[in-house]
RNA sequence: CGGGGCGUAGCGCAGUUUGGUUUAGCGCGCAGCGUUUGGGACGCUGAGGUCGGUGGUUCAAAUCCACUCGCCCCGACCA
């Protein structure tokens, strides 16, 4: 490709929407440009790195064992109420309505549609296992688009069902696409890590998540340096830190004017915040629920909404609060009639706890559970942090920011029974079919490739996703054989299968180089009056500060090597 | 949805506070000509604008007022 002929200009200053990294880069680079807000165009560039991820990513996919297929972005309103799934997501559904005044939905995902065509298709065990995949766009009215590509509303999505006779089974095809992600991102040349996550209300038991580590990622990732174990925050699981315990004393009431948060309080009673009880108010699918949590601990809304099988978790308002005849600042569990009550484990930890007097400034000393107030549900609902003992190894966790460019869960049979997904057995007996379902948003890697590769100057491609492996740059001068020479090198190396981008223009050379380094190409070749009089050509890699002089048949070789090797 | 910021040429910005000095300006980029060519060269000439939109106030609006649309950031939210 000539770059006095490539659609897409570069650009020298940042556009001011951009805030992240890999956004600026992309937009200056003149690889994608914007339409509305989560919502982009690839232009030429940007478009061949979208191919080059796909075909890894479809290569790895039936090398897996999967196969293709295509599903509609247009499916019917019905099928979502079917599953419940219309409410799971809510406003991030695309409804729209079709001149009969049916209603349709942009498919934000196809677990629906491919149920039911395993339903319509898959008969016997004898159809099992079996794992179906497409790339495709997948709409969802996102809250909040950020990032450039890091969360969009329209994206594509490479998904991936599994469907298996039995758990044994499931947890073969777990496996397999589980490698196949490790492979995956590492042929993109991306490091990820692996972590426990959330499966969600609809999920089954196993989730893994694939994390790319970057500052402008919106996970937080709870890891163990020593062992292995890494979990979204989620998910994560930690040894909480002790309290002061003794003897239970007799339950007294104080005054404490101006002391409403945690910290007033404690600092009030003169004693460490693990040594109160926190009350958090939300309201889950319409009902007031009652969150009861040492006060050194955080509440993990994941885990609350889990534990309570809720689809809809939010905090109370302060007038809902108020109508629940509770007093903010001062809420307390003890005497509480009427409100559902949730509490830590953490709160058994501990005694003689500083808790909320349900009336205005007013606290009590000397709580203890459950002396003074029972829990409708005790669970864990503690938000993990860095610091506290790793659930596996007890050595203190850390804390670490990701990206999440992959997904993989088992759903079980949430999606088989509802939709009739059955298979026959060797008995004879019809059963639900045991689901995986597994996800990339190849938009998402690519920003994460770039989050992860790049410098001052620009992108800096890994080579299996470049969108070109080599940046020709001539430097031209008159009455000299570069032209000519270039000419011919490009004819040459697009003989020999290699992508070339040949920097035609009749640019001056720290014009060519800074869009060399910016469009972040593996290799750069220049050709010069001082190369052409040494009979060589430079080689610089993207990468490497250095470059080397060679001959043009050294640099073939050298460059089918470094294109081979990735 | 709550909080904050922004909207003037393809991109980056000034001008808005205090209406008139501007036929709306600067840099980059773009077009033409010439000189240049190893890390974002230079000169000359030129094209490019419903000042996000609508309505209002005024002799006069990019500038003041009202409404509205859009974009970004933080949060909420997000299988």
Sequence with gaps: MRVTRLFGKTLREVPAEADTISHKLLLRAGMVDQLAAGVYSYLPLGWRVINKIESIVRDEMNQAGGQELCMPVLQPLEMWQQTGRDQAFGEGLFVLTDRRDRRLVLGPTHEEVITYLASRNVQSYRDLPLMLYQLQTKFRDEPRSRGGLIRVREFIMKDLYSFDADD???????????????????????????????????????????????????????????CKYAANVEKAESVKPKAESGAPLPIEEVATPGAATIEEVAKFFKVAPSQTLKAVLYVADGGLIFAVIRGDIEVNEIKLKNLLHATELRLATDAEVKEAGLVKGAASAVGLKGVKIIADDSIT???????????????????????????????????????EGCPQCSTALAAIRGIEVGHIFKLGTAFSKVLGANYIDEQGVSKPIIMGCYGIGIGRLLAAAIEQNHDDKGIIWPMPIAPYQIYLCPLYREGTKVAETAEKLYADLT???????????????????????????????????????????????????????????????KIKELVAKG
């Design 495 to 557: 003989a020999a299968g290699l992508e070339v981008l040949f920097d035609d223009r009749q640019e001056s050379p720290g014009v060519k180089f800074n869009d060399a380094d910016l469009l972040g190409i593996p290799v750069r070749i220049t050709v010069s009056p001082r190369t052409l009089e040494k009979n060589s050509v430079e080689v610089k890699l993207r990468r490497e500060k250095q470059a080397s002089l060679m001959s043009l048949e050294e640099a073939l070789i």
């Design 168 to 226: 044994a089974a499931l947890d073969v095809s777990y496996q397999k696409m589980l490698r196949a992600y490790e492979n995956i991102y590492a042929r993109c040349g991306l490091t990820a890590m692996m972590v426990q996550a959330d499966s969600g209300a609809i999920g089954g038991k196993d989730s893994h998540e694939f994390m790319v580590l970057a500052e402008s990622g919106e996970d937080e990732i709870i890891y163990c340096p020593s």
């Design 349 to 387: 930890s501990g005694t003689n706890f500083i808790a909320g007097g349900n009336k205005p400034e007013m606290h009590l000393k000397n709580v203890n559970y459950p002396r003074d107030f029972k829990a409708d549900i005790m669970g864990n609902i503690a938000k993990s942090k860095a610091g």
